[in-house]
Each structure stands twice: as structure tokens, then as C-alpha cells.
């Protein structure tokens, strides 16, 4: 029997929501979405786990989950089931949690079926996964899947401990391994030998690996590699490869573009039973190499127990720890390869056996439903076969942990409490955290602080801020949201949803909706910032996460940090006094395009698209924003003349707005659409194939159209050519918004305007000067003041003008009704076309164009749960850093890597020994006299100079007169004095910098000093 929630909305099996799955897409492609829109998945245990699990398979999109859980739910299922509460108990889990669970897409049903799982039930799945199942169970659903290459996965959680089991079949292809873009690049030269050797351009770096796949393409002179067989690589160095024999091709002339080409692997996997026998492991701490035999055998052990008692150990219950010992050693003695077993580490695995905690469910739950999306699809690598994962560092150590200390209270917590102890989760519930975003970790990292009941206690609270809306994008990974949430505050909608998880929350979260920045210290101020037991990032940029890691130096409060990116996702803790803070270390600036190759060269498709971007901002942003300026600021055009290097560019823009290319119909919009079609893809070329022939040569006698370079060829306007509409189309509605007429969207219309329209021929002209390097200074055509102030006399007076006003397009990536992504795809593709560059579709250019970061539920899930694990050891109090761990994974390959953070660097000035986190901490407002002083005679330090921000308060080489008049001036008196306004009120203290000479004269580093005012 099955039941199954209604009002799904069903569409084409090759239609994707772009809008709903943009983020995902990027991570999976196309093919990969189709694949898993076909595919049944059974759930088997709806517990935290496989709630978890199907949370993100529901998420990604699959085209069927069903749900098997015949039990009903207890009051400690709450410690990690958030879709279960209080009323749910006693009632059957699966039909409590299905109607919950299916909210969370319209696009995929979600049932429920409570018969037996027979093989005839088991057929309609293409995978089947199973959780909180005993061992016999497993196998022999195990056995059926096998026979008939049905997909498996196996997983549990028991405490801090989790276990991962694949089996998909004898044949699982795997169509892209990383899914990682394809490496790509231009050739320099090749060698018509027997181990051909390709030579790169200079600077270029192939990226490619011993063992990869080429073919070519635009070759001169070895045509016959064009369109290749894919090539096996043997890399000799970073601009080098050899691609096998081309002896027989003929002399390489020029040209040439390289592109990886990924080839597919086929894995065999072993049935359960067999695995058991002679297992294979991927590792998830390789501190931890030993662990995956031990914890194998330990699994089996616990369940042993569990079929004896039909439950699980009760907590730090010596003697059934013992028992599930023994029976680990029982299961030891049969094996083949029988290991030295852990007596601490299996009776460990006892002792939790009875634990729920959200954080694994979430590692696991992450890790298990990105397994499920491989097994759908064929992309990335999966799980080969068993996988096991433990966090025993996050048990606290403030603490022990006793029988009578972990004992079931008869409450939701129950779960935790059989992991940490009762005084622990005291700890818990009194923290007071500030989230510092509700986006997607921030819906994850708010639901596992609710399961966990953190900050509900007399003396906790949870902050959590975002400035940000709800848009359509974001439901595909920010669970807590639904469709009727667009448009309203994620932070109040996000915080409502877990005190609907956790009544114990409500009046314990506060949410704002403020940027945390210098504009806010009025909001979160001193007051705010050292009522904290710590904070989290939840941040999707870097400015704001260096805003918070530096109030987190400041206050001395822990962060823990995390980001994703695809199917990669990293964390990081900063601990007070012990590790570098987020700031110590950058990532290395993106490397920007040279100006000549965007304007004149571009040779990759990422070159077209922001030329168009820019192009984007140039048409329909910048002009619309000056002509404003010009109506509204009365000094506008002075102070714009005063600026040379702009102010040619800005009269000329508010001249060509409000005289000469100011439209009064949507026909006139049309036609200059038209005229811009003109000028960039066929005027522009005309005069740079003019300036630089196709045959043209260098002074070293080089084809100047070599290398990088590609020639060009000019665009004949064609009103029946697709691309050629699409581009006059989005123009032209794009500059009647800026005008505020009414646009249309009928191409036989834009066909019958433009069949009006006369255009006339281009001539090339002499003396116009190309931008051909980089460093090159190329003087456009000059505007003498006499020109410039022609133009400024021609525009209308704004007094004549009341009232009105243009709209500037300002850039929106994801509104598909704007034109913005149509106009940036469309101009993108015509300069591809003129460079012969291969065009990419609407969903590429809007992901570059955008800036997009992919992102996926899966990896998201994941890494909130290793934060929380680390968490864990913050409250506890741990200040080992040999305690805490940094995380890098990847669930594509699967890679998992845990390091120690970083120690902070130690400075030294005299004997004293000091870190970031160290300053001189002075109460009172000294005047700068008794500041000096207090620094020479507590400190044996001259102060040379003193700055607050960029004020420069004092310095050795100073005026005599004005330093005498400082010198008796108290701190807020001096900063006020030089700012000309006053501090604010809710500064308590103020930081200064200092400059100092240590007692031997010389210039020594020293921490920012402190001063306490109010």
C-alpha cells in the first residue's frame, strides 16, 4: 500500500526549471539533471538520517522518492528528525514526515509505501537506500538490487560514528570522474615526429595529466588532427605534451586549439556480502588510516547485539560494551584477514550506539544523497564501496561522561544527551551564537543548532542576520524556504521555520536585517559583540567575512567559517589566543583580462562574455546614471569638466541621452538597436581588419594574426538570422526601459521596423590608432574644451526638463523577464561569431556573466555538519589546537582532507612575546602627554607616531607648536578635532595604531593599542 501527495506539477521529462535549479545545474549539467528526472528512489528509515537524505534528493530533482519506514515516531526521534514534533509521536514516522518532506519541490512526488519490500517492489527503483536497517536486512535486499543492477546504499549513524556502504552493480559507468570544465588552450607549435610534441603558447600552462585525452581543432598545416580520435597524453612539462605519432601528417603551420576530452570508466562493484569478506575503503581522515577496518567489524558487532536485544547498547554501559566487544571478536576470529582489534574504540561505539545527532546525520546525510545523484546519473566518481567516519575529538573533555551522566531523560534531547552527557548539553543550550547570514549554510547551520537545542537554555540565544530577500534560485538548496517565502527577509523567515523544529526556540532567536559592517557598530556594538559565546559565517563574499573575522580579533571571539563551491566545500575554525584569524591568509587575486584582448583580441568565450557585460553597463547603466546626475546635481557638468580623463566620455553620453539618440517611440528604439549592431560587428572589424590585413606581418616578419590572435571576420546583418533578432530585440527594449516606454517582443514586428530601416555603408578611416599590447598607451581622439563646451551648450537645461528622469538597467542576473541575459548572450555570441569562437548557450553566459557560484544542497548539508562537530569543541572549552580540525572536501571525487588550523604567528618586542590577538588594553581617556608617558615608563616604548584610521594624531617630526598643542588634548578630543565631528556615542573604546622605538632606538612591531572611553 502507498500513498502519495497530490498537486505535483508534472512537465516534459527534458524541461528543467532553470530558475528553480540554476545553481545545481552548474554543478551537474544538463545531461546529469535528465538522468536523475528519470529516476525512482526508495528511502528505507526515516529517522534524522534518512530524513537527510531525502531532504537533499528531493532538493536535487529526482523524478520519484518514496518513503519505507514501518515503525512509529518516539520522543527521541526529535533529536535529529526536524520534520517531526511533539504531536508526531506514537504516530507512524513516515506518513508524519511525507507531507513535510514533500513542501520542499512541486516537482517531485513523494509517497509513501508500508508493504513488504519484495523483488517485485524493489524492480520500480532505479536506487534503493537504506538506513537505521539490520544487517540481514541489508543483504538480502541486497542481493536482489545486485542481481538486477538496481543501485544500493547502505548508511547509518551511531553517535560521533557514521558508515557508508555503495554496491551499483557489476557495470556503473561513470561519464565525467571530476566535473571539472575540460581543459583547454591554445597551440604554438607541434612536431611531425613519432612522440608528437605539442607545444603551448607562452605563459600558457596546458593542465593536463599523464593519461588525459586531446583532440584539436583550427590546425594549419596537420588539418588531419582537426576533429581527431582523442589523443593519449604523456606530459613532458607545463607548456609541453605528447599526443603519440605524427609522422604522417605533414609540417604544422599555425593555429591550433587543444581540448581535453573526458573519457568514461567503468567500476565493478562487489554485492554487500562479498564486500564484507574482502572490503574496499575510501578514507575520510587519513590521521584515521587504521579505523575503517575496525569500525567495519565494530558495525557488525553492534548490530549482532541489537538482533540478540532487539536495541541498542544503553549508554556507557560497561557490560553491554563488553558484550558488543566480544562479539567483535567473534566476528574478528571468522575472518580471513583477522586484525588487532581497539577495545577502547568498539566499546566507544557502544557507548554512542544510542546517540542522534543532527551535525553526522548532515555529514552523512550530505555524502549519501550526493551518492544517490552519481548512482542516478553517471557523473562523478562514487563511494568505492565502504566508507566510515568518525568525530571522537568532539567529545568533551570538561567533563566525564558517565552511565548515570549520558542516562535517556525521557525527552527530545535524549539523542545528545547519550553522546555528551547532561552537563554538557547544559553548555549547549546556554550558548549565545550570532549567524552571520541565513542564506543556504545558514538554513543548514540554523536547523542543526535547533535539533540540537543550542541556545534554548536560560541563558542562550541565537542572532542570526541577512539583508537578503528570498528569490525562486534560492529554494533549491535554502530548505527552510517555499514558494509563498519570495520576496520576504530570509533571516525572519528562516528563524520562524526552526521555532516551528524547536519550539524551545521561540523568544531565543532574534534575526535582523542588517549588513554586519562599519555602518551597523551602532547595531551590533560592544555590548552585543561580548555577550557572545561565539560567532559563525555564513557568507557568500569576502569583504564580509573579513569584516567579521576582524570584530571576532577584536572582541576575542571564536568563528568558525565555511564556504562552498560546487561539489567542494571547506571549513575553517579561528580560535581566540591560538590560530591564525581568516584574514591571515588570501586567496590569490582572479587574473584579469588585458584590455587590448577584450577590445580588440579575444580568443575564448570568456573574453566575448565580458566584453559584453561591459558593453551592458555602457549602453543601459552608466549614461542613464549620468543624465540623472545632470538633472538633478547643479555643479554636475563644473566638476565633471574638471575631471579630463572622463569628461569627454560623460558629456557625450547625457548628449547622445538627451539629443541626438533620444528616442520618442519604440520604432526609434529599434533603429538605434540597429545601428549598434552595425557599428560593433561590422564597423569595428571593418577598421581593425583595415588597420591589420589578414595577411599583415609583424616587424620580425610574423604573421600578425598569429599566437593568441585570431582574425576576424565581419558580421552581414541578416533580420531572418536568430542571433541577429535576439540581439536587436533585447537592445531595443533595453533602451526603452531607460526611457520608460512601453517595449515589444513580436519578431515579425522587429522583422517589419528593420526592413525600414536604411544603414549606411562603413569606410574605413586612416589615422585611427589600435590598442595592440597591454602596456601599449594609445591616445584616442581628443576633445578640446571648444568641442566640449558645444556639446554642454546643445543639452536641453534641466529646467526645462521637471521632473525627469531616466532608469538605468542595473545588472540582474536572475530575473529571465529583464532582457539583461538575453542582451549579454546574444552580444557575447556575434563577437564569438566575428572571431570565430564557439558560441555558448544562455545558461554558460548567464553563469560567467553572472559571476555565479554553483552550489548544491548536498555539499551545503555536509559542511554544516563538520562546523557543528567543531562547534562542539568550542563550548566544551577545548584550547588544544591539536583539538580542533580544518576541512577541505570534495564530494565529486570523493575527497576528504582535515588538517590542524594554522597557529597565529608570535612577534616579540623586548621579552614579550605577542600574537594578533594580543593588544594594550588602557582604561581612561589620557590626554596624549599621560599616553607617551604611560608607553615609556610601563612599556620601555618611544612612541613615533599615532594614528586612528587615517587620522594622524601624533608623529616625531610633528610641528613643534601643533605637537605642544596635542600633547594636552585627550584622545576623543584629538580624534574629534582632526575628523571635525564627534565620536559617536556607542563607541566605548577607541583603536589606535602605533609606531614605536623599543629601548635599544630601534623601530619594533607592537600590538594596536586599546583605549577604553566610556
Known sequence: MSTTMEGIQQGPVDAIDEGLYSRQLYVLGKTAMLAMSVSNVLIVGLKGLGAEIAKNVILAGVKSVTLHDRGHVEITDLSSQFYLNHSDVGKPRAQATVARLAELNSYVPVSVYDGDLTEAELLKYQVVVLTDVPLAEQLRINEITHRNNIKFIASDIRGLFGSVFNDFGEAFVVTDQTGEEPVSG???????????????????????????????????????????????????????????????????????IFTQVKQPKTLKFHSLKDSLKAPEFVYSDFAKFDRPTQLLIGFQALDAFKAKHSVLPLPRNEAHATEVFNNALAINAQSANPIDLDEKLIKELAF??????????????????????????????????????????????????????CRPQGTRYDGIIAVFGYDFFTKLTNARQFLVGAGAIGCE??????????????????????????????????????????????????????????????????????RVGPDTENIFGDEF????????????????????????????????????????????????????????????????????????????????????????????????????????????????????????????????????????????????ARFKFQDYYHNQIAQLLYNFPVDAVTSTGTPFWSGPKRAPTKIVFDAEDPLHLDFIIAAANLYAFNFGLKGERDKKYFQTVLATIHVPEFQPKTGVKIQVQENENVQTQSTDASELED??????????????????????????????IDFITAASNLRASNYNIANADRLKTKFIAGKIIPAIATT????????????????????????????????????????????????????????????????????????????????????????????????????KAKMQERLNMTIIELIESISKKPVPPHVKAIVLEVCVNDRTGEDVEVPYVRIVVR
Open 791 to 820: 556639446l554642454v551648450k546643445a543639452l536641453p537645461s534641466p529646467s526645462s526638463l521637471p521632473g525627469y528622469k531616466l532608469q538605468p538597467a542595473d545588472f540582474e542576473k536572475d530575473d529571465d523577464s529583464n532582457f539583461h
Open 445 to 514: 547551520m540554523l536547523k542543526n543548532w535547533a535539533m540540537l537545542g543550542l541556545g534554548s537554555g536560560p541563558e542562550g540565544y541565537i542572532y542570526v542576520t541577512d539583508m537578503d530577500t528570498i528569490e525562486k534560485s534560492n529554494l533549491n538548496r535554502q530548505f527552510l524556504f517555499r514558494p509563498k517565502d519570495v520576496g520576504r527577509l530570509k533571516s525572519e523567515c528562516a528563524a520562524s521555520a526552526v521555532e516551528a523544529m524547536n519550539p524551545d526556540l521561540r523568544n531565543k532567536i532574534k534575526s535582523f536585517a542588517d
Open 186 to 256: 591554445m597551440v604554438a607549435g607541434i612536431s611531425a615526429e613519432e612522440n608528437g610534441l605539442v607545444t603551448c603558447l607562452e605563459d600558457h600552462r596546458h593542465g593536463l595529466e599523464d593519461g588525459d585525452y586531446v583532440t584539436f581543432q583550427e590546425v594549419q598545416g596537420m588539418e588531419a588532427l582537426n576533429g581527431c580520435e582523442p589523443r593519449k597524453v604523456s606530459v613532458s612539462g607545463p607548456y609541453t605534451f605528447k599526443i603519440g605519432d605524427t609522422s604522417n601528417l605533414g609540417n604544422y603551420k599555425t593555429g591550433g
Open 860 to 959: 551545503t548539508a555536509l559542511v554544516t555538519g563538520l562546523v557543528c562537530l567543531e562547534l562542539f569543541k568550542i563550548i566544551d572549552g577545548k584550547t588544544k589546537i591539536e583539538d580542533y580540525k580544518n576541512g577541505f572536501i570534495n564530494l565529486a571525487l570523493p575527497f576528504f582532507g582535515f588538517s590542524e588550523p594554522i597557529a597565529a604567528p608570535k612577534f616579540k618586542y623586548h621579552e614579550t612575546e605577542w600574537t594578533l590577538w594580543d593588544r594594550f588594553d588602557i582604561v581612561g581617556n589620557l590626554t596624549l602627554k599621560q599616553l607617551i608617558e604611560k608607553f615609556k615608563n610601563d612599556y620601555e616604548l618611544e612612541i613615533t607616531m599615532l594614528s586612528s584610521g587615517v587620522s594622524m594624531l601624533y608623529s616625531f617630526f610633528m610641528q
Open 529 to 672: 559583540w561580548e555577550g557572545l559565546t561565539g560567532v559563525t559565517n555564513a557568507l557568500d563574499n569576502v569583504d564580509a567575512r573579513k569584516y567579521v573575522d576582524r570584530r571576532c580579533v577584536y572582541y576575542r571571539k571564536s568563528l568558525l567559517e565555511s564556504g562552498t563551491l560546487g561539489t567542494k566545500g571547506n571549513t575553517q575554525v579561528v580560535l581566540p589566543g591560538v590560530t591564525e584569524s581568516y584574514s591571515s591568509s588570501n586567496d590569490p587575486p582572479e587574473k584579469s583580462i588585458p584590455i587590448c584582448t577584450l577590445k580588440n583580441f579575444p580568443n575564448q568565450i570568456e573574453h566575448t562574455i565580458q566584453w559584453a557585460r561591459d558593453v551592458f553597463d555602457g549602453l543601459f547603466r552608466g549614461p542613464a546614471e549620468n543624465v540623472n546626475m545632470y538633472l538633478t546635481q547643479p555643479n554636475f557638468v563644473t566638476t565633471t569638466l574638471k575631471e579630463p580623463g572622463s569628461a569627454k566620455e560623460t558629456i557625450e553620453s547625457i548628449h547622445h541621452m538627451l539629443v541626438t539618440d533620444r528616442p520618442k517611440s519604440f520604432e526609434q528604439c529599434v533603429a538605434w
Open 352 to 405: 554512542q550506539a544510542r546517540g542522534d545527532l543532527t551535525p553526522m546525520a548532515a555529514v552523512i546525510g550530505g555524502l549519501v544523497a550526493q551518492e544517490v545523484l552519481k548512482a542516478c546519473s553517471g557523473k562523478f566518481c562514487p563511494i568505492y564501496q565502504h566508507l566510515f567516519f568518525d568525530s571522537l575529538e568532539s567529545l568533551p573533555s570538561s567533563s566525564a561522561l558517565t552511565e548515570q551522566s
